[in-house]
């Protein structure tokens, strides 16, 4: 009886011996993780895998990704519930004190010189980087024109000081024009 249950147990497990070529690069990232993480190549390769799997299920590019972990792994950023969101901008639309505004100014130029680092130096490296935030989504129309299609209206302010004041600080040559419920960047226009 006991072999029995045995063999249905492992019965349904099946192995599959699986040999790849990776240079040298890879194989000291592999070696990193596997240093880092006190497992086996197999152990990490089957959970790079199931990550793998799992990201292209929900449909996201890598650069997104990078982008998320770039703004959150540092804890510079923070993940906040869109309805929070709203309720924060109600409020702040509300807000007619020129030293708020004042200090989104300052946040935008110091933003300006963090992008600068990161090779974030111009308006369509901007734009996208900040879209990954969820404030906005791009539709580009051309000719240096963007439309940031607002997920809020009540942001359309404090998106288009912030953004101006990264395109000030890096000396970018763009305007922004608001329209309902959108915002237009227009390119050395």
Not at 55 to 75: G, P
Not at 157 to 164: A, I, N, P
């Amino acid at each position: 009886m006991e072999k029995l249950i045995y063999c249905k147990l492992f019965a349904n497990i099946v192995t599959e011996r699986l040999s790849i070529s990776i240079d040298d690069k890879t194989k000291k990232m592999l070696d990193e993780i596997k240093n880092k993480k006190n497992k086996s190549t197999s152990e990490i390769i089957r959970e790079l895998i199931s990550l793998g799997y799992e990201l292209i299920k929900t449909d996201v590019d890598t650069e997104s990704i990078q982008t998320w972990i770039d703004y959150l792994a540092k804890r510079q950023h923070m993940i906040l519930d869109i309805e929070h969101w709203r309720v924060i901008f109600s409020e702040i639309e509300k807000i007619h004190d020129n030293n708020f505004w004042k200090h989104m100014e300052e946040i935008g130029l110091s933003h300006a010189f963090q992008y600068k680092m990161k090779g974030l130096d111009t308006v369509d490296k901007i734009l996208r980087y900040v879209e990954r935030a969820n404030w906005y989504e791009i539709k580009e129309e051309g000719n240096g024109v963007y439309t940031l299609i607002l997920n809020d209206l009540k942001i359309k302010k404090f998106v288009r000081v912030f953004l101006e004041k990264v395109f000030e600080g890096q000396k970018i040559n763009a305007r922004i024009a608001e329209g309902f419920g959108k915002l237009i960047v227009c390119v050395g226009k």
